[in-house]
Nanobody, 117 residues
Framework: QVQLVESGGGLVQAGGSLRLSCKPSGISFSSYHMAWYRQAPEKQRELVASVTKSGSTNIADSAKGRFAISRDNAKNTVYLQMNSLKPEDTSVYYC???????????WGQGTQVTVSS
């Protein structure tokens, strides 16, 4: 079965950094566009960053200049480097995999990121 295992969340002070990792299993990683979403309490899930299967990236305006997404196809892993974290970045962060052709999607279980002021 398909699993997206996320790691790297935690508690950090404002201005600090975290790196999230997501390692899918059960899929052909190189055939999937990958993305990170986040959802704060009582808010809708929002796209934070995405990377296509060919490596093109997109970062949400709220994260531009602070976050970076990357993928390592050899390690079947996608990363989200988060710098200059703000309290408003506090959310559960979810990894998403979307097949480049069929659009079939999978989600991770989420990892909590808490930024204290």
């Amino acid at each position: 079965q398909v699993q997206l295992v996320e790691s790297g969340g935690g508690l950090v002070q404002a201005g600090g950094s975290l790196r999230l990792s997501c390692k899918p299993s059960g899929i052909s990683f190189s055939s999937y566009h990958m993305a990170w979403y986040r959802q704060a309490p009582e808010k809708q899930r929002e796209l934070v960053a995405s990377v296509t299967k060919s490596g093109s990236t997109n970062i949400a305006d709220s994260a531009k200049g602070r976050f970076a997404i990357s993928r390592d196809n050899a390690k079947n892993t996608v990363y989200l480097q988060m710098n200059s974290l703000k309290p408003e970045d506090t959310s559960v962060y979810y990894c998403n995999a979307k097949h480049f052709f069929s659009g079939l999607e999978y989600w991770g279980q989420g990892t909590q990121v808490t930024v204290s002021s």
